[in-house]
T-cell receptor
Framework: EPEVTQTPSHQVTQMGQEVILRCVPI?????FYWYRQILGQKVEFLVS????????KSEIFDDQFSVERPDGSNFTLKIRSTKLEDSAMYFC????????????FGSGTRLTVV | AQSVTQLDSQVPVFEEAPVELRCNYS??????LFWYVQYPNQGLQLLLK??????LVKGINGFEAEFNKSQTSFHLRKPSVHISDTAEYFC??????????FGTGTRLLVSP
């Protein structure tokens, strides 16, 4: 079964540093998403991406965050200057169309900011 | 805007007993409904989804859920749980290609 692949599985970074989280969505999917889950809390929507542009973003997704699909296969989330409160599990997801087939999530990247 | 309520933060149950995890949603438009499971230190795995048609949806690992439009509910059930079902269960809604909105999750604790 096709998978959404996320790398790295765990990243530790110092506060103020830039991080890039990488995702390879399923190849025929068109809609891409980032979610995050702070330890012990619910999964929260960050951003959706379609046709090479952001279609929706949450209040969490401020100017420190950006997304990109640089080469037609990878989908990246960049945090420019990490804060301690950015420590969370970040999930990438993709879907083929308007949700009819459900969303496929990656296994996540655990980001630890120290 | 859509919202999801999972009233039970934790549900303890003995092995082989039946279980129901409750989910209620709020939306002014038609929704798709999902249940995801998260095992410790793992990602989100789709258990089942309701898109249209039969209101009783069967998923993986023996789980099923029933969509009740009048009560705006999508409760998850399993007739006999196993120790291995211990996990966090999230109910979610979507109106299409837009974002998933998750509930706060219910931790299912199965003991022998």
């Amino acid at each position: 079964e096709p998978e959404v692949t996320q790398t790295p599985s765990h990243q530790v970074t110092q506060m103020g540093q830039e991080v890039i989280l990488r995702c390879v969505p399923i190849s025929n999917h068109l809609y891409f998403y980032w979610y995050r889950q702070i330890l012990g809390q619910k999964v929260e929507f960050l951003v959706s991406f379609y046709n090479n542009e952001i279609s929706e973003k949450s209040e969490i997704f401020d100017d420190q965050f950006s997304v990109e699909r640089p080469d037609g296969s990878n989908f990246t989330l960049k945090i420019r200057s990490t804060k301690l409160e950015d420590s969370a599990m970040y999930f990438c997801a993709s879907t083929r169309d308007t949700g009819s087939y459900g969303y496929t999530f990656g296994s996540g990247t655990r980001l630890t900011v120290v | 805007a859509q919202s999801v309520t999972q009233l039970d933060s934790q549900v303890p149950v003995f092995e082989e007993a039946p279980v129901e995890l409750r989910c209620n949603y709020s939306s002014s438009v038609s929704v798709y409904l999902f249940w995801y499971v998260q095992y410790p230190n793992q990602g989100l795995q789709l258990l089942l989804k309701y898109l249209s048609g039969s209101t009783l949806v069967k998923g993986i690992n023996g789980f099923e859920a029933e969509f009740n439009k009048s009560q705006t509910s999508f409760h998850l059930r399993k007739p006999s749980v196993h120790i291995s079902d211990t996990a966090e269960y999230f109910c979610a809604v979507s109106t299409g290609f837009q974002k998933l909105v998750f509930g706060t999750g219910t931790r299912l604790l199965v003991s022998p």
